[in-house]
């Protein structure tokens, strides 16, 4: 399963990949996208990750 999420007015998203097996993968990233101007240094953020889910069950169609 791969997800994304991500907002309207500012500049962040997180992608998210779910496996049957309960690991995931996923990056959220995020940028200062309403500031600019002279001497103004635009500042990205990136977060990767991944990790593993002890035990998975799914509880209904949008639930786990």
């Keep these: 399963m791969y997800q994304i999420f991500s907002s309207d007015l ?4 997180i992608e998210i990949k779910l496996t049957s097996d309960g690991s ?3 990056k959220y990233e ?3 996208a ?3 101007g002279n001497g103004y240094l635009s500042t ?3 977060n990767k990750f991944t ?3 002890d035990e998975i069950q ?3 169609v949008e639930t786990y």
């Design 58 to 60: 799914r509880l209904d």
């Design 44 to 46: 990205n953020y990136i």
């Design 10 to 13: 500012g500049a962040w998203s």
């Design 24 to 26: 995931f993968t996923g």
């Design 51 to 53: 990790s593993c889910f």
């Design 30 to 32: 995020d940028a200062n």
């Design 34 to 36: 309403g500031m600019s």
